[in-house]
């Protein structure tokens, strides 16, 4: 049978590490290998035996990127790209297109807030589905743009902290919170222009979680060694934020009509809840978090920057 010998020569010639996913099994790829975040969601994506594992996905691919402006991401880059390769026989691509072809989804987890827009418009152009790591970008324009490349295209997407999901959210949320106070980490980062979207988006995600959307207007109290940050809901409510320089735990306050809940040191914040909801967004493409909420949780971002730079003025968010 000649007409087979084309295709017998091409089957030997694939590399014997070729990552590959069981049937059924959604082929993930990985833009960005500067984040602890991409060894983690691997484990727990690709390691049956990690305590952790969640099974339906798995990381067959990585395009490095990395930033050579930002020692976050340039010390790293290339030692989880290795650790990805060599650990969990990921395949290290050059180019996004190369990688969009060799997958079905698409993490984006540059650490770099900046360059996600650039990135996310070749994912968006493969028409991948895609989950953005934190932070969604590095600016409210950049969030809005990545938001409106993919719905003209009608590509799936959405972005999360994994502290949303973290105990101290589904113990402590309930429909009656007056209120809610956060507190979490809090440094900056000299590149990115809305600070708090570098770290301290984790407790205003916890802040979110809790109370839902409908901020109108946001007060920036700067301090030494924390920032307090007031949200006033459009319902009256009040929802607050520490963040706490250089480093702190997570926590929260939930005030209802008769009691307030609070939380404890032991409550987990692991990542396996937010890489349980990453594999059922890319089976049913829908995001668990709309991209609506995301956006106001930016453009709270924004409404705190510029209450910093007004001098603590109340800001309205755009």
């Known amino acids: 049978m000649p007409q087979m010998r084309p295709l017998v020569g091409f089957l030997l010639a694939l590399p014997l590490s070729l990552p590959v996913a069981a049937a059924g099994e959604i082929r993930l790829g990985i833009v960005g290998t500067d984040t602890s975040h991409v ?91 895609m989950f953005i790591d934190k932070p969604l970008a590095a600016t409210l324009e950049d969030a809005r743009e990545i938001a409106r490349l993919a719905r003209e295209a009608g590509v799936p997407w959405w972005s999360s902290s994994s502290l949303r999901y973290s105990e101290i959210v589904t113990a402590l949320k309930t429909p009656d919170a007056t209120g809610v106070i956060t507190w979490g980490p809090g440094p900056f980062e000299e590149h990115h222009y809305l600070e708090l979207a570098w770290y301290a988006i984790h407790p205003i995600e916890m802040l979110y979680a809790l109370m839902g959307t409908g901020c109108e207007e946001v007060t920036r109290i700067p301090g030494a060694s924390a920032d307090v940050i007031v949200g006033r809901w459009k319902d009256g409510r009040i929802g607050t934020v520490k963040a706490i320089r250089p480093y702190s735990d997570y926590g929260a306050l939930v005030f209802t009509p008769k009691k307030t809940l609070r939380s404890t040191p032991e409550m987990k914040t692991g990542y396996r809840p937010l890489v349980a909801e990453i594999v059922k967004f890319f089976q049913t493409r829908v995001p668990p978090v709309s991209n609506e909420e995301t956006l106001e949780l930016f453009a709270f971002l924004d409404a705190a920057q510029r209450s910093k730079e007004a001098g603590g003025r109340p800001m309205k968010l755009r």
Request: proline letters at 9%; charged letters at 25%; hydrophobic letters at 40%.
């Open 39 to 129: 060894i983690a969601f691997t484990r727990i994506l690709n390691d049956p035996s990690s305590p952790d594992y969640v099974p339906g996905a798995r990381v067959v691919a990585a395009y490095k990127g990395g930033s050579p402006d930002l020692p976050a991401s340039w010390q790293r880059v290339d030692k989880f790209a290795e650790e990805l390769r060599g650990k969990f026989n990921v395949e290290i691509v050059p180019d996004i297109p190369s990688l969009c072809a060799r997958v079905d989804g698409v993490l984006l987890e540059s650490v770099d807030g900046r360059v996600h827009l650039a990135q996310a418009r070749q994912i968006i152009a493969a028409r991948k589905p």
